[in-house]
């Protein structure tokens, strides 16, 4: 069992920075590759940025290669996502998602644990 709860959102101008939290509880965070998503009202999850479990591997959407990274501290229990050159298109809710050998995986139902999300507003 993983549970997890994101922070680091909130309110940035368009070609700024913010770097997203998701921290993990459950002795087998290591054991997981995660990822993070977003969702914009009215639309699907959609993926962002996969890792595996123990952190040399990544996954992105060409729409944010280069300007995302996503890291993870497994002595931290932390997933991160560092986010350069937001765009105005960036806004919506990003959640952390944990599954076993997911990381290559962007479908909804290929993560089992979820957090509540977390809000990043970009104004243009």
């Known amino acids: 069992q993983v549970q997890l709860v994101e922070s680091g959102g909130g309110l940035v101008q368009a070609g700024g920075s913010l770097r997203l939290s998701c921290a993990a509880t459950g002795r087998t965070f290591s054991s997981y590759d995660m990822a993070w998503f977003r969702q914009v009202p009215g639309k699907e999850r959609d993926f962002v940025a996969g890792?595996?479990?123990?952190?040399?591997?990544?996954n992105y959407v060409d729409s944010v290669k280069g300007r995302f990274t996503i890291s993870r501290d497994n002595a931290k229990n932390t997933v991160y996502l560092q986010m350069n050159s937001l765009k105005f298109e960036d806004t919506a809710v990003y959640y952390c998602?944990?599954?076993?050998?997911?990381?290559?995986?962007?479908?909804?139902?290929?993560?089992?644990?979820w957090g509540q999300g977390t809000q990043v507003t970009v104004s243009s």
């Open positions: 998602a944990a599954g076993q050998r997911a990381y290559l995986k962007r479908a909804v139902a290929d993560y089992a644990y």
């Open positions: 890792i595996s479990w123990g952190g040399s591997r990544t």
